[in-house]
C-alpha cells in the first residue's frame, strides 16, 4: 500500500471520526424529552463548579450526557453561572439551560414576547395574543368565559371577587390584566398561562395599596373601573388625578359621569372609529354613562386595562371643585367647576379649530 492510499484513509477515519464526534455532541446536547410538559425545580448552591451543574443536572434527568455540558461550557467559555432555583423543564436543550443558569431568568430560543398596551381593551388584547401565539380570539373568550376557570382565579388571587361574575359585564377579566412585557416560551404557551402572568403582576401592583383599597369605600372592581376610566380620558399622566376628581365629585353630587368612553364601550364601537348615534347615546346598558338611570354611578365594570398611575389615581384623586372637563383635539384637558364654564370652553375650543371631529 502507498503512502498516498495510507494518508487518504487515515484522513477518512479521522473525517468519520470527527463526524461521530460531532454527531454525538449535538445529540447530547439537545432536549432529554420533546414532549415533556413537567416542571423541574432545581438549586445551584453558591459555588457550584460545572462539574457540580452538570451532577445536578444530570441527576434531574435534565441533559443527556454530563462531559457533552461541560465541553459546552468549555468552548463557550461560560463562567457566569448564578446560585439560585429554577424552574427548567425537559424541553430545553443545553444553550437554553445555560443561559437560564447565566441570566437567571427562563430562556428560550423559540421565546417570545407580548406587549400588552394599557388603555387598551379585552377585545385588543385578544387580537394581540392571536397574533402572536397560536391561540385564536375564540379561544380567549371562551377561557373569559369559563366559570370553572374564573371561580379558581377568585379562590387564588384576593383581588378578583364574584363581582366580575355578574352577567351583564362582557369580559370577565376586563381592568384585571396588568399591562407590560410578557416572555413566554414558545407560541405554544396558552391562554391561562399568560392570564395568570398577567394577573400575578396586577397582584403585584395592587399589593402596594391594599391598605388604602380596604379602606376606601369602593370595592376593588369599583377602584379599578375608575381606574379605567382615568385610563381612557387622562392621555398625559398629570391629568389623571384631576380627572379622577370629577369623577368622584360627580358621584358624591349624584351626577351621571356622561364620560363617551363608556358609551362607545357599552356599544361596542372601539374610540375613534365613528361618531356614536344619538340612540348609542340614550340608550341604557349599566356601561354607559350617558344613558337614562346612571346618576351617580359608575358603569358596571372596566373598560380598558389600567397602568399603575391610573390606579394612583383613582385611589389618590386630587382635591378639587372640577365638575366638568373637556379634552382638545391635542389632547389638552380643560376643567371647569360650572357648567356654563364647561360650555365656554368647548365654544372657545370649535373657535380656535381645536376641537376634536371624526
Do not use: C
Not at 423543564?89 to 437567571?104: C, D, S
Not at 380567549?140 to 379562590?155: A, Q, W
Not at 361618531?275 to 349599566?286: A, V
Request: zero cysteines; a negative charge.
Amino acid at each position: 500500500m502507498n503512502i498516498k492510499k495510507i494518508i487518504m484513509i487515515i484522513i477518512v477515519v479521522i473525517v468519520l471520526a470527527v463526524g461521530a464526534i460531532a454527531l454525538w455532541y449535538n445529540l447530547s446536547i439537545s432536549e432529554v424529552d420533546k414532549k415533556s410538559t413537567n416542571k423541574v425545580q432545581i438549586e445551584i448552591p453558591i459555588g457550584s463548579s460545572s462539574e457540580d451543574i452538570a451532577n445536578i443536572l444530570k441527576d434531574n434527568e435534565l441533559i443527556k450526557n454530563k462531559l457533552a455540558f461541560k465541553l459546552y461550557v468549555k468552548l463557550n467559555k461560560i463562567t457566569n453561572f448564578q446560585a439560585g432555583k429554577y424552574d427548567l423543564y425537559k424541553t430545553m436543550n443545553v444553550e437554553e439551560i445555560a443561559k437560564t443558569l447565566q441570566t437567571g431568568k427562563l430562556f428560550s430560543k423559540n421565546q417570545i414576547s407580548i406587549t400588552f398596551v394599557e388603555g387598551k381593551n379585552i377585545n385588543w388584547y385578544a387580537e394581540k395574543i392571536a397574533e402572536e401565539t397560536n391561540n385564536t380570539k375564540e379561544q380567549v373568550f371562551d377561557v373569559l368565559k369559563n366559570e370553572e376557570y374564573i371561580d379558581s382565579l377568585i379562590d387564588k388571587y384576593w383581588f378578583i371577587t364574584d363581582e366580575i361574575k355578574d352577567e351583564n359585564i362582557y369580559y370577565s377579566l376586563e381592568g384585571y390584566l396588568f399591562p407590560d412585557t410578557y416572555s413566554f416560551n414558545n407560541k405554544d404557551v396558552t391562554v391561562e398561562e399568560i392570564f395568570d402572568k398577567m394577573l400575578k403582576q396586577t397582584e403585584i401592583v395592587l399589593d402596594e395599596y391594599k391598605d388604602y383599597i380596604a379602606e376606601s369605600q369602593y370595592s376593588v372592581h369599583e377602584t379599578l373601573t375608575i381606574a379605567s376610566l382615568v385610563e381612557t380620558e387622562g392621555i398625559h399622566p398629570e391629568d389623571r388625578k384631576d380627572i379622577s376628581s370629577v369623577i368622584y365629585n360627580r358621584l358624591k353630587a349624584k351626577m351621571p359621569l356622561q364620560i363617551d368612553a363608556t358609551t362607545y364601550y357599552a356599544a361596542k364601537i372601539e374610540l375613534g372609529q365613528r361618531e356614536l348615534y344619538q340612540s348609542e347615546l340614550d340608550e341604557y346598558n349599566p356601561y354607559n354613562t350617558r344613558g337614562p338611570r346612571m346618576e351617580g354611578k359608575l358603569p358596571i365594570g372596566p373598560i380598558s386595562s389600567v397602568s399603575k398611575t391610573s390606579v394612583e389615581a383613582a385611589l389618590s384623586p386630587s382635591d378639587t371643585d372640577y365638575m366638568y372637563y373637556v379634552s382638545d383635539k391635542n389632547g389638552k384637558v380643560y376643567f371647569s367647576k360650572t357648567s356654563s364654564e364647561h360650555n365656554n370652553t368647548i365654544s372657545r375650543l370649535q373657535n380656535e379649530g381645536l376641537w376634536y371631529e371624526f
